[in-house]
Protein backbone atom coordinates (compact mmCIF):
# COMPACT_ATOMS: atom_id res chain seq x y z
CA UNK A 1 0.00 0.00 0.00
CA UNK A 2 1.21 3.77 -0.38
CA UNK A 3 -0.25 5.56 1.79
CA UNK A 4 0.87 8.13 4.58
CA UNK A 5 -0.22 9.35 8.12
CA UNK A 6 0.32 12.96 7.87
CA UNK A 7 -1.12 14.20 11.15
CA UNK A 8 -3.58 11.51 11.91
CA UNK A 9 -4.89 11.37 8.07
CA UNK A 10 -4.02 8.61 5.51
CA UNK A 11 -3.36 10.09 2.25
CA UNK A 12 -2.09 8.55 -0.51
CA UNK A 13 2.19 8.66 -0.95
CA UNK A 14 2.71 11.07 -3.63
CA UNK A 15 5.50 13.31 -2.33
CA UNK A 16 9.10 12.03 -2.37
CA UNK A 17 10.69 13.77 0.16
CA UNK A 18 10.04 15.81 3.37
CA UNK A 19 10.58 18.93 1.53
CA UNK A 20 7.87 18.52 -1.34
CA UNK A 21 5.31 17.30 1.49
CA UNK A 22 6.05 20.57 2.86
CA UNK A 23 5.83 22.15 -0.72
CA UNK A 24 2.20 20.26 -1.35
CA UNK A 25 0.62 20.91 1.73
CA UNK A 26 1.73 23.94 3.13
CA UNK A 27 1.89 27.71 1.13
CA UNK A 28 3.93 28.92 3.83
CA UNK A 29 7.07 30.16 1.94
CA UNK A 30 9.29 27.52 2.57
CA UNK A 31 7.87 26.63 5.40
CA UNK A 32 8.93 28.78 7.22
CA UNK A 33 7.83 28.23 11.37
CA UNK A 34 7.11 24.45 10.75
CA UNK A 35 8.71 21.95 12.11
CA UNK A 36 8.42 18.23 11.09
CA UNK A 37 8.96 14.56 12.37
CA UNK A 38 8.73 11.46 10.72
CA UNK A 39 7.92 8.24 12.91
CA UNK A 40 8.52 9.88 16.22
CA UNK A 41 11.95 11.45 15.12
CA UNK A 42 12.39 15.26 14.33
CA UNK A 43 13.64 16.06 10.60
CA UNK A 44 15.72 19.01 10.73
CA UNK A 45 14.68 21.64 8.54
CA UNK A 46 18.30 21.56 6.48
CA UNK A 47 17.59 17.64 6.06
CA UNK A 48 13.94 17.93 5.04
CA UNK A 49 15.04 17.53 0.75
CA UNK A 50 17.31 14.90 1.46
CA UNK A 51 14.90 12.73 3.71
CA UNK A 52 12.61 10.04 1.72
CA UNK A 53 9.02 9.13 2.41
CA UNK A 54 8.45 5.25 2.52
CA UNK A 55 4.75 4.09 2.69
CA UNK A 56 3.55 3.90 6.37
CA UNK A 57 5.14 6.70 7.08
CA UNK A 58 3.77 8.82 10.16
CA UNK A 59 4.66 13.15 9.58
CA UNK A 60 3.60 15.15 11.77
CA UNK A 61 3.99 18.84 10.73
CA UNK A 62 3.51 21.34 13.35
CA UNK A 63 3.76 25.09 14.65
CA UNK A 64 3.40 27.53 17.07
CA UNK A 65 -0.01 28.34 17.79
CA UNK A 66 -1.60 30.41 20.84
CA UNK A 67 -0.90 28.52 24.53
CA UNK A 68 -0.42 29.21 28.19
CA UNK B 1 6.66 52.40 40.48
CA UNK B 2 9.38 50.87 38.49
CA UNK B 3 12.12 47.70 39.63
CA UNK B 4 15.48 48.84 39.24
CA UNK B 5 16.36 45.13 39.02
CA UNK B 6 15.82 43.03 36.02
CA UNK B 7 14.75 39.37 36.00
CA UNK B 8 17.25 37.22 34.74
CA UNK B 9 17.25 33.70 33.37
CA UNK B 10 19.88 31.89 31.97
CA UNK B 11 21.71 34.57 31.12
CA UNK B 12 18.97 36.98 30.23
CA UNK B 13 17.98 40.17 31.24
CA UNK B 14 14.07 41.09 30.77
CA UNK B 15 13.19 43.99 32.81
CA UNK B 16 8.96 42.64 32.97
CA UNK B 17 8.48 40.03 35.63
CA UNK B 18 5.42 38.87 34.21
CA UNK B 19 5.11 35.99 31.21
CA UNK B 20 1.99 36.40 29.58
CA UNK B 21 0.19 33.35 27.53
CA UNK B 22 -1.40 33.87 24.54
CA UNK B 23 -4.59 31.75 24.36
CA UNK B 24 -8.15 32.28 24.91
CA UNK B 25 -8.56 35.77 24.30
CA UNK B 26 -12.10 36.68 22.56
CA UNK B 27 -10.00 38.35 19.99
CA UNK B 28 -6.46 38.30 17.87
CA UNK B 29 -6.61 42.32 19.22
CA UNK B 30 -7.46 41.18 22.60
CA UNK B 31 -4.51 39.34 22.68
CA UNK B 32 -2.27 42.16 20.96
CA UNK B 33 -3.66 44.95 23.45
CA UNK B 34 -3.23 42.98 26.30
CA UNK B 35 0.12 41.41 26.03
CA UNK B 36 0.83 45.35 25.77
CA UNK B 37 -1.00 46.46 28.30
CA UNK B 38 0.62 43.62 30.50
CA UNK B 39 4.85 44.82 29.48
CA UNK B 40 5.40 41.31 28.90
CA UNK B 41 8.50 40.50 27.39
CA UNK B 42 7.97 36.54 27.44
CA UNK B 43 4.69 34.47 25.80
CA UNK B 44 3.88 31.22 25.84
CA UNK B 45 2.91 29.13 23.05
CA UNK B 46 1.96 25.70 22.13
CA UNK B 47 3.22 23.54 19.35
CA UNK B 48 0.58 21.98 17.55
CA UNK B 49 -0.02 20.12 14.44
CA UNK B 50 -1.08 22.12 11.23
CA UNK B 51 -4.64 22.68 9.80
CA UNK B 52 -4.06 20.38 6.38
CA UNK B 53 -7.22 22.22 5.21
CA UNK B 54 -5.39 25.75 4.20
CA UNK B 55 -4.43 28.78 5.54
CA UNK B 56 -3.91 29.63 9.35
CA UNK B 57 -3.01 32.48 10.90
CA UNK B 58 0.95 32.51 12.01
CA UNK B 59 1.39 33.38 15.82
CA UNK B 60 5.15 34.15 14.65
CA UNK B 61 4.17 36.88 12.40
CA UNK B 62 1.88 37.98 14.31
CA UNK B 63 3.88 38.19 17.53
CA UNK B 64 7.29 37.42 16.88
CA UNK B 65 8.48 40.87 16.84
CA UNK B 66 6.95 41.94 19.71
CA UNK B 67 7.65 39.35 22.43
CA UNK B 68 9.76 36.68 22.77
CA UNK B 69 7.79 33.41 22.31
CA UNK B 70 8.14 30.73 24.90
CA UNK B 71 7.12 27.23 23.41
CA UNK B 72 5.44 25.04 25.65
CA UNK B 73 5.02 21.26 25.67
CA UNK B 74 1.07 21.34 26.88
CA UNK B 75 -0.34 18.00 26.70
CA UNK B 76 2.33 15.92 26.62
CA UNK B 77 1.98 13.07 29.29
CA UNK B 78 5.25 11.22 29.04
CA UNK B 79 8.76 12.41 29.17
CA UNK B 80 9.01 10.83 25.06
CA UNK B 81 6.56 13.25 24.24
CA UNK B 82 7.56 16.51 25.89
CA UNK B 83 11.32 16.07 24.77
CA UNK B 84 9.98 15.60 20.89
CA UNK B 85 7.50 18.66 21.07
CA UNK B 86 10.56 20.64 22.78
CA UNK B 87 12.52 19.31 19.99
CA UNK B 88 10.27 20.40 17.36
CA UNK B 89 9.52 24.08 19.14
CA UNK B 90 13.52 24.58 18.39
CA UNK B 91 13.22 23.60 14.81
CA UNK B 92 9.83 25.97 14.44
CA UNK B 93 11.19 28.61 17.02
CA UNK B 94 14.65 28.58 16.61
CA UNK B 95 14.55 28.83 20.17
CA UNK B 96 16.47 26.49 22.45
CA UNK B 97 13.92 27.87 25.65
CA UNK B 98 11.04 25.77 26.43
CA UNK B 99 8.57 25.71 28.91
CA UNK B 100 8.64 22.29 30.19
CA UNK B 101 4.89 20.48 31.28
CA UNK B 102 4.10 16.82 31.22
CA UNK B 103 0.68 16.06 32.69
CA UNK B 104 -0.25 13.08 34.52
CA UNK B 105 -3.91 13.97 34.87
CA UNK B 106 -5.56 15.28 32.43
CA UNK B 107 -8.55 16.71 34.79
CA UNK B 108 -6.34 18.42 36.74
CA UNK B 109 -3.77 19.21 34.60
CA UNK B 110 -1.68 18.06 37.74
CA UNK B 111 2.34 17.99 36.87
CA UNK B 112 3.79 13.92 36.61
CA UNK B 113 7.24 14.42 38.80
CA UNK B 114 8.69 11.31 37.55
CA UNK B 115 8.48 12.00 33.73
CA UNK B 116 9.43 15.61 34.26
CA UNK B 117 12.67 14.85 35.86
CA UNK B 118 13.28 12.25 33.01
CA UNK B 119 12.56 14.97 30.72
CA UNK B 120 14.42 17.76 32.41
CA UNK B 121 17.44 15.31 32.48
CA UNK B 122 17.19 14.68 28.76
CA UNK B 123 16.58 18.13 27.74
CA UNK B 124 19.26 19.77 29.43
CA UNK B 125 21.47 17.59 27.81
CA UNK B 126 20.54 18.17 24.43
CA UNK B 127 21.28 21.62 25.21
CA UNK B 128 17.50 23.41 25.95
CA UNK B 129 16.84 26.22 28.37
CA UNK B 130 14.52 24.07 30.80
CA UNK B 131 11.18 25.70 32.35
CA UNK B 132 9.42 23.01 33.78
CA UNK B 133 5.86 23.75 35.40
CA UNK B 134 6.36 21.66 38.44
CA UNK B 135 4.17 20.74 41.49
CA UNK B 136 4.64 23.44 44.59
CA UNK B 137 6.77 21.38 46.23
CA UNK B 138 10.27 22.28 47.67
CA UNK B 139 12.00 18.76 47.30
CA UNK B 140 10.87 17.91 43.31
CA UNK B 141 11.59 22.00 42.42
CA UNK B 142 15.45 21.34 44.17
CA UNK B 143 15.95 18.29 42.58
CA UNK B 144 14.74 20.39 39.17
CA UNK B 145 17.16 22.75 39.35
CA UNK B 146 19.88 20.31 40.27
CA UNK B 147 19.12 18.84 37.22
CA UNK B 148 19.85 22.25 35.61
CA UNK B 149 16.80 23.76 35.05
CA UNK B 150 16.92 27.28 34.54
CA UNK B 151 14.53 28.11 36.18
CA UNK B 152 11.57 26.86 38.27
CA UNK B 153 7.77 27.14 37.47
CA UNK B 154 5.57 25.82 40.44
CA UNK B 155 1.77 25.95 40.40
CA UNK B 156 0.03 27.72 42.98
CA UNK B 157 -3.45 26.03 42.10
CA UNK B 158 -4.32 24.08 39.04
CA UNK B 159 -4.02 25.46 35.54
CA UNK B 160 -6.70 27.91 34.92
CA UNK B 161 -8.61 27.64 38.14
CA UNK B 162 -7.69 31.00 39.51
CA UNK B 163 -7.80 29.85 42.99
CA UNK B 164 -5.01 31.52 43.75
CA UNK B 165 -1.85 30.07 45.54
CA UNK B 166 -3.33 27.35 47.68
CA UNK B 167 -0.25 27.43 49.80
CA UNK B 168 2.08 30.52 49.89
CA UNK B 169 4.30 28.88 52.83
CA UNK B 170 5.60 26.21 50.26
CA UNK B 171 6.33 29.23 47.60
CA UNK B 172 8.11 30.67 50.32
CA UNK B 173 9.89 28.06 51.31
CA UNK B 174 10.72 27.16 47.12
CA UNK B 175 11.92 30.70 46.93
CA UNK B 176 14.35 30.67 49.85
CA UNK B 177 15.49 27.58 49.14
CA UNK B 178 16.37 26.73 45.23
CA UNK B 179 18.92 28.81 43.98
CA UNK B 180 17.29 29.39 40.49
CA UNK B 181 14.77 31.75 39.57
CA UNK B 182 11.42 30.65 40.57
CA UNK B 183 8.55 31.76 38.42
CA UNK B 184 5.01 31.09 39.71
CA UNK B 185 3.17 29.62 36.98
CA UNK B 186 -0.88 28.48 37.00
CA UNK B 187 -3.60 29.53 39.55
CA UNK B 188 -3.44 33.03 39.58
CA UNK B 189 -6.90 34.52 39.49
CA UNK B 190 -6.30 38.21 39.87
CA UNK B 191 -3.98 41.08 40.61
CA UNK B 192 -3.38 40.44 44.66
CA UNK B 193 -2.44 36.97 43.84
CA UNK B 194 0.17 38.31 41.43
CA UNK B 195 1.34 40.99 44.29
CA UNK B 196 1.25 37.81 46.91
CA UNK B 197 3.29 35.53 44.89
CA UNK B 198 6.22 38.42 44.35
CA UNK B 199 5.71 39.05 48.07
CA UNK B 200 6.91 35.61 48.85
CA UNK B 201 10.10 35.85 46.76
CA UNK B 202 9.05 34.77 43.51
CA UNK B 203 11.57 36.12 40.53
CA UNK B 204 8.51 36.28 38.45
CA UNK B 205 4.63 35.58 37.65
CA UNK B 206 3.38 33.41 34.48
CA UNK B 207 -0.44 33.48 33.71
CA UNK B 208 -2.72 33.39 30.74
CA UNK B 209 -6.58 32.61 31.86
CA UNK B 210 -6.49 34.94 34.03
CA UNK B 211 -6.54 37.73 31.61
CA UNK B 212 -7.92 35.99 28.67
CA UNK B 213 -11.28 35.56 30.60
CA UNK B 214 -10.93 38.35 32.43
CA UNK B 215 -14.52 40.43 31.70
CA UNK B 216 -12.08 43.15 30.47
CA UNK B 217 -8.93 41.47 29.11
CA UNK B 218 -6.71 44.39 28.39
CA UNK B 219 -7.70 46.25 31.54
CA UNK B 220 -6.84 43.15 33.42
CA UNK B 221 -3.24 42.26 31.61
CA UNK B 222 -2.73 46.22 33.14
CA UNK B 223 -4.01 45.01 36.92
CA UNK B 224 -1.73 42.22 36.36
CA UNK B 225 1.36 44.59 35.65
CA UNK B 226 0.80 46.95 38.43
CA UNK B 227 0.47 43.87 40.82
CA UNK B 228 3.42 42.23 39.76
CA UNK B 229 5.21 45.60 39.92
CA UNK B 230 3.86 46.38 43.45
CA UNK B 231 4.80 42.99 44.87
CA UNK B 232 8.31 43.28 43.97
CA UNK B 233 9.07 46.82 45.72
CA UNK B 234 7.10 45.54 48.91
CA UNK B 235 9.52 42.23 48.81
CA UNK B 236 12.06 44.35 48.16
CA UNK B 237 11.18 47.03 50.45
CA UNK B 238 10.59 44.37 52.91
CA UNK B 239 7.70 44.02 55.19
CA UNK B 240 7.26 44.52 59.27
CA UNK B 241 7.23 41.44 61.01
CA UNK B 242 3.69 40.67 61.73
CA UNK B 243 2.37 41.11 66.03
CA UNK B 244 0.00 39.54 68.23
CA UNK B 245 -1.35 43.08 69.82
CA UNK B 246 -1.30 46.25 68.53
CA UNK B 247 1.35 48.77 68.63
CA UNK B 248 0.64 52.85 68.12
CA UNK B 249 1.78 54.38 65.30
CA UNK B 250 1.11 58.33 66.77
CA UNK B 251 3.23 59.65 69.56
CA UNK B 252 2.44 58.34 73.22
CA UNK B 253 3.06 61.67 74.56
CA UNK B 254 1.50 65.03 74.65
CA UNK B 255 -2.36 63.43 74.61
CA UNK B 256 -4.67 65.76 75.13
CA UNK B 257 -5.91 66.06 79.01
CA UNK B 258 -2.60 64.58 79.93
Given at each position: ??????????????????????????????????????????????????????????????RAMQGG | MR???????????????????????????????????????????????????????????????????????????????????????????????????????????????????????????????????????????????????????????????????????????????????????????????AALAMELGC????????????????????????????????????????????????????????
Amino acid sequence: MTTIHINGQSEPLVARTVAELIAEKSDIPAGHGLAVAVNGKLVRRADWAVTALEPGDAVEIVRAMQGG
Amino acid sequence: MRQADPLVIAGQSFTSRLLLGTAGYPNRQVMLDALAASGAEIATASIRRVSLQGYEESLVELLGNRVRLLPNTAGCQTAREAVLTAELAREALETNWVKLEVIGDRELLYPDVAELIVATEELVAKGFVVLPYCNDDPVTCRRLADLGAAAVMPLGAPIGSGLGILNPHLIELICARVGVPVVLDAGIGTASDAALAMELGCAAVLLNTAVSKARDPVRMAAAMRAGVEAGHSARLAGRIPKRRDAEASSPQFGLVGT
